[in-house]
Structures are given as structure tokens and as C-alpha cells.
């Protein structure tokens, strides 16, 4: 150590120390007694002293600096840092747009929940385009997402819980979008139809062939009309229409009174001619 050139300095081989280069016995210094304050350097005997991140100096604890400058050690037991929490995909808290690691937790930014806030808290995509309800009444939405349940007949599957292969059917759910695609009738318009039946595009064909696995559907619409379409799922379990081309339709009103009285007539001439032969028989005789 360097001292100022007038500066007289006296070493003891006793116990001293020197002092703005001045050296003094430890007797005449105030040094404080450490000896019973390292037990306030513990949050809880479980963990080392100042969470194993920082030294205890007199029952305090000073932390450790990082490497990284942005990481930060802080707390009275050094027990809280802006580093060790959740992570996903190699970020923390899912990355700034997601969340702040805050004493070792994630705080999520609005819209998001999670220990790692990458749950989406927004519902919009558990919707089902056509029916507008959620997971199709089929499940529940979670982060999002449809996680569909489990019934007596099957398990729900799809993006929106929409589809259940061994369950008894979508006919009910698929007839309204089969008759605005293919007949053009139904609640549907022709705008709603676009927007409301966007999971398949029905195929016209003149005849049903079934194959293993369809499901035959038939139904009767508001003019008594009766039509029928098989579907089936492909690879993807993306539902495959096909409907047949005709309507089966009753006769119209007042064709059947027509038929009845041409019947009637053809009868009543029938009738005629037999009594008419009849009245010859006497004649021939």
C-alpha cells in the first residue's frame, strides 16, 4: 500500500489495522460483532443462506452479480431473479409478447394465461363456424383449442368436436348444408350457406352407391320433398358428402283428384259396356 510521503506509519506485531493509513489497535476500533447474525441470511432452514445466490455479510445478504447484465438476482434472501422461469420454446415466459419473468414467475400480458403464458384466454377459435357454438357442444376450450369429450357412444373428435365416427350420425348436423348446396333450399341463403357450410362441398351424383363405413341420410324438406346423402370421412377425418341429384316429391296438388276421376269414369264405362252385353243375351237366345 502507498502512503502520502509525510504520512508516519506505525506497524504493531499486536492485533492492528490500519486505517486511511493509520494504523490503530483493533481496541480502539468499532468493529461490528457478525458472530450471531447469519441465521437472517435464511427465507427457511430448507435452503441454503441467501437461496445459495448471494453471501451473507453481518445477517444481510448481498447478491451475486450475473454474466448477462439483463439477468437480475434480487430480494432480501436473494430468492427472487428475472431468469428462472417457465420457459417455451427456448423463451422465457413465452417471450416479451407473452410475458415477464418476475421473481421467478411468469406475469402474462393481456390475453394470455399459463405458468408459462402461452395459453390463449380467447375463445374465438373453439367456435364452430357453422352452429356458432363452442367446441360444437361437444367440449370444452381450453388455451383455444376444442378438447373434446368422451360419450357412451364415442369419442367427439375435429377441430371443433364436429365429428364422432362412432357415434349415430351427423345427419342432423349436415342436412341443412346439403340442401342449400345441392337444392338450394332450407333455412339457409345463399350468402349464409358460404359462410355457415364451409367443412364440405357436397358432390351431386345420380345414384347412391354405399361403401363400408358410410352413414345413409334421409330427410324430407318443407315442400315434402324427400332427399337423401351418404358421408364418410377421409385420411384427415374431413367428412365426405355425396348427395343424390333427384328430389322424390309427391305428385302435385289436384293430380291425384284428376287420376281418382279418370278412374271413376274408366270404371263407370266399364260398367256400362258389361250391362249392355248382358242386355244382348236374350236376343241371342
Same mark, same amino acid.
Given at each position: 500500500?502507498? @502512503?502520502?510521503?509525510?504520512?508516519?506509519?506505525?506497524?504493531?506485531?499486536?492485533?492492528?489495522?490500519?486505517?486511511?493509513?493509520?494504523?490503530?489497535?483493533?481496541?480502539?476500533?468499532?468493529?461490528?460483532?457478525?458472530?450471531?447474525?447469519?441465521?437472517?441470511?435464511?427465507?427457511?432452514?430448507?435452503?441454503?443462506?441467501?437461496?445459495?445466490?448471494?453471501?451473507?455479510?453481518?445477517?444481510?445478504?448481498?447478491?451475486? $452479480?450475473?454474466?448477462?447484465?439483463?439477468?437480475?438476482?434480487?430480494?432480501?434472501?436473494?430468492?427472487?431473479?428475472? @431468469?428462472?422461469?417457465?420457459? @417455451?420454446?427456448?423463451?422465457?415466459?413465452?417471450?416479451?409478447?407473452?410475458?415477464?419473468?418476475?421473481?421467478?414467475?411468469?406475469?402474462?400480458?393481456?390475453?394470455?394465461?399459463?405458468?408459462?403464458?402461452?395459453?390463449?384466454?380467447?375463445?374465438?377459435?373453439?367456435?364452430?363456424?357453422?352452429?356458432?357454438? $363452442?367446441?360444437?357442444?361437444?367440449?370444452?376450450?381450453?388455451?383455444?383449442?376444442?378438447?373434446?369429450?368422451?360419450?357412451?357412444?364415442?369419442?367427439?373428435?375435429?377441430?371443433?368436436?364436429?365429428?364422432?365416427?362412432?357415434?349415430?350420425?351427423?345427419?342432423?348436423?349436415?342436412?341443412?348444408?346439403?340442401?342449400?348446396?345441392?337444392?338450394?333450399?332450407?333455412?339457409?341463403?345463399?350468402?349464409?350457406?358460404?359462410?355457415?357450410?364451409?367443412?364440405?362441398?357436397?358432390?351431386?351424383?345420380?345414384?347412391?352407391? $354405399?361403401?363400408?363405413?358410410?352413414?345413409?341420410?334421409?330427410?324430407?324438406?318443407?315442400?315434402?320433398?324427400?332427399?337423401?346423402?351418404?358421408?364418410? @370421412?377421409?385420411?384427415?377425418?374431413?367428412?365426405?358428402?355425396?348427395?343424390?341429384?333427384?328430389?322424390?316429391?309427391?305428385?302435385?296438388?289436384?293430380? $291425384?283428384?284428376?287420376?281418382?276421376?279418370?278412374?271413376?269414369?274408366?270404371?263407370?264405362?266399364?260398367?256400362?259396356?258389361?250391362?249392355?252385353?248382358?242386355?244382348?243375351?236374350?236376343?241371342?237366345?
Amino acid at each position: 500500500m502507498l @502512503f502520502p510521503r509525510m504520512t508516519r506509519v506505525t506497524v504493531w506485531l499486536t492485533a492492528a489495522a490500519v486505517v486511511c493509513g493509520l494504523a490503530q489497535a483493533l481496541s480502539e476500533l468499532s468493529i461490528p460483532d457478525c458472530s450471531s447474525d447469519s441465521t437472517s441470511c435464511y427465507a427457511n432452514r430448507s435452503e441454503p443462506a441467501c437461496s445459495g445466490r448471494g453471501v451473507c455479510v453481518c445477517g444481510h445478504c448481498t447478491c451475486n $452479480e450475473r454474466e448477462n447484465y439483463d439477468e437480475r438476482v434480487s430480494g432480501p434472501f436473494c430468492e427472487c431473479t428475472n @431468469f428462472l422461469c417457465d420457459r @417455451f420454446n427456448g423463451q422465457l415466459c413465452g417471450g416479451p409478447a407473452h410475458g415477464t419473468c418476475v421473481c421467478n414467475k411468469c406475469v402474462c400480458n393481456p390475453g394470455w394465461t399459463g405458468h408459462d403464458c402461452m395459453c390463449e384466454q380467447s375463445k374465438e377459435n373453439c367456435l364452430n363456424p357453422e352452429s356458432g357454438v $363452442e367446441c360444437s357442444g361437444q367440449g370444452a376450450c381450453e388455451c383455444n383449442q376444442c378438447k373434446c369429450h368422451e360419450s357412451q357412444d364415442g369419442r367427439y373428435s375435429g377441430r371443433y368436436c364436429e365429428d364422432c365416427p362412432t357415434c349415430k350420425g351427423h345427419c342432423t348436423s349436415y342436412k341443412e348444408c346439403v340442401q342449400c348446396q345441392v337444392f338450394r333450399t332450407g333455412k339457409y341463403t345463399d350468402e349464409q350457406c358460404m359462410t355457415h357450410c364451409t367443412m364440405f362441398n357436397a358432390t351431386v351424383v345420380s345414384n347412391l352407391v $354405399e361403401e363400408e363405413g358410410d352413414r345413409l341420410c334421409s330427410y324430407f324438406d318443407e315442400n315434402d320433398c324427400r332427399f337423401m346423402f351418404v358421408y364418410r @370421412f377421409d385420411e384427415d377425418r374431413h367428412p365426405l358428402v355425396y348427395a343424390l341429384s333427384t328430389l322424390q316429391c309427391p305428385p302435385p296438388k289436384g293430380t $291425384e283428384i284428376l287420376h281418382q276421376t279418370s278412374l271413376s269414369h274408366s270404371a263407370s264405362s266399364s260398367v256400362s259396356v258389361v250391362m249392355a252385353l248382358l242386355s244382348l243375351i236374350p236376343l241371342i237366345r
